[in-house]
Structures are given as C-alpha cells and as structure tokens.
C-alpha cells in the first residue's frame, strides 16, 4: 500500500499549518512558485528544492523530510501476529479509508473500529469467521469512517456503538479509564483532538503468543505525516506526543489511511517530530 500521503501533501499541510504563503516557501526551498504548486500536487518536481531550508521554515525535521523524498516507507508487518486481526480497505471518490476488525479466537466476539464506506466487506468477514459482531468502535466522526454505520446497525442491531462524540448519541460515550474485554482481549482507549474534536484512539492487547497492541489511530497521523488539524495541528501534533509516542515502541498503529506502521518507526521517521 503506498503513503497516504506523498512528499508534496506533507510540505503543503506542514505549509498551511505555519501560515507561509507558495511564494515564500518557493523562495526558501529555491525553485519557482509554480514549481513548488506542482510539487504539492504531485509530490514530483523537475528540480530538487532545498528541502533543509524549507522544513526549517514549516516546521518539519529536514533529515527526515529528506528520507521521504529518498523514498521512506514503513517495513510492512504481517498481521498474523496478531491474530485476530483484519484490515478492511474500501474506497469511493478516490477516497481510500481503512477500518480494522478484531476478535477473540475462543469465543468469537468482535470489535469494529470505524466503518469505511462499504459495510459488505466488514459483514463478509464476520460471516465466514463466524464472528459475533458486538461493538462499533468509532475514531472520529468524519463521513468517510463513519459511511456504513447505518448498514451495520440493520444487520447487526445488538451493536453497541462506542464514540467520543457529543451529538451522535452514542449508546456508550467514552471515558478515561474504560477497559472493555473482548474474550481474552482488553480495549482502552485516549483521546486525541486536533484532527477532529471527537478524535479518540483505541488500544487492543493481551494479544495470543504475546504480540505487542495494536492502536486503532483513526485520524491522528499517517506513516510518515500527520492528520489535517482541522481543529488545531498544534494540538493533535500535542497529543501524538503524549498519546500515541508514549506507546511502547513495538505498538502497532493502524491509521485510518495507508499502511500499518509502528511508533518506533514514525518517532524515528516522521518528519512533523
């Protein structure tokens, strides 16, 4: 799967977030305004720019902006490890989200994390695992991860839906210190505005065979960026921080667009920290 976003999406968000206009970035970096529009775009350029000298001026981390020009992806994990666990990728628009199914081996209770678009593949998987799907757990209430929540609720009306959100009325709204178990599984969760207001993540764990959790971050960051701050990027790069870098390294992050990562990979590779 490729970055969700590429060299140019990330110089553009890191751009609009410290309020520096094309003209000044492209002056810094040494190229042309439209050469730099063009590199936003498409995240190609003709010319290479001074990438050290414009992630001084945005704000990012230049060695690590220059890795993702040289081509930086996460290592790519096996999911198996973490059994059970499935990523479920849909896509409308040219909007391609992820949503991430798990459950207990033993007693087959499910938990979904987001919906995606489409809520026929997340049904397909639940029908031939033979899963009793029994909680909806939602990071963030944008269209694009919340689509298919109507369809599931028709199928599977015992669905307890779990949100932060303040207008949704969910059936159990989040707190701090929740611990739900899922068989053998336990589910937390922490909240993570910046993205959205209702932003939240959920960490899955006591895996079989021991694997490390699994962070379901919806919104947060993406392997090698971050998230829109449609609220405040100050405050979701914040509460990454203290949120999801705090996270045993080895913890594996299941982001709502492109690839699996892990925190030590986005601590060591990121170029918004």
Not at 51 to 75: D, T, Y
Not at 163 to 179: E, F, G, I, V
Not at 243 to 264: E, K
């Amino acid at each position: 799967m490729n970055l969700e976003d590429h060299l140019g999406d990330i110089i553009r968000k890191a751009r609009s977030a410290a309020g520096v206009s094309v003209a000044d970035a492209a002056q810094t970096a040494g190229i042309a305004a439209t050469e730099l529009e063009s590199l936003e775009q498409s995240g190609a350029t003709s010319r290479r720019p001074n990438l050290a000298a414009l992630a001084a001026l945005i704000g990012l981390n230049a060695a690590k902006l220059e890795g993702i020009a040289n081509g930086w992806r996460p290592r790519g994990q096996d999911l198996g490890q973490w059994r059970e666990l499935r990523q479920i990728t849909t896509e409308r628009g040219g909007n391609t989200v992820n949503c991430f199914l798990a459950w207990d081996e033993v007693s087959r209770e499910a938990a979904l994390f987001d919906t995606g678009w489409d809520a026929g593949p997340i049904i397909r998987e639940v029908e031939e695992n033979q899963l009793q799907l029994k909680h909806l757990f939602v990071t963030h209430s944008h269209e694009d991860h919340v689509a298919a929540m109507a369809a599931l609720q028709q199928r599977f009306p015992k669905l307890l839906l779990h949100s932060n959100s303040k207008t949704a009325l969910p059936q159990h709204r989040n707190r701090p210190n929740d611990c739900l178990h899922l068989g053998s599984l336990r589910i937390t969760n922490r909240e993570v505005p910046g993205h959205a207001e209702d932003g939240v993540i959920y960490l899955v764990g006591n895996w079989p065979e021991d694997a490390p959790h699994a962070a379901m971050i919806g919104d947060t960051l993406f392997a090698g960026s971050l998230a829109r701050g449609f609220v405040s990027t100050d405050l979701l790069k914040q509460k990454v921080r203290e949120q999801i870098f705090t996270l045993p390294t080895d913890t594996l992050l299941c982001p709502g667009h492109g690839p699996v990562t892990t925190v030590a990979e986005e601590r060591a590779a990121n170029p918004f920290f």
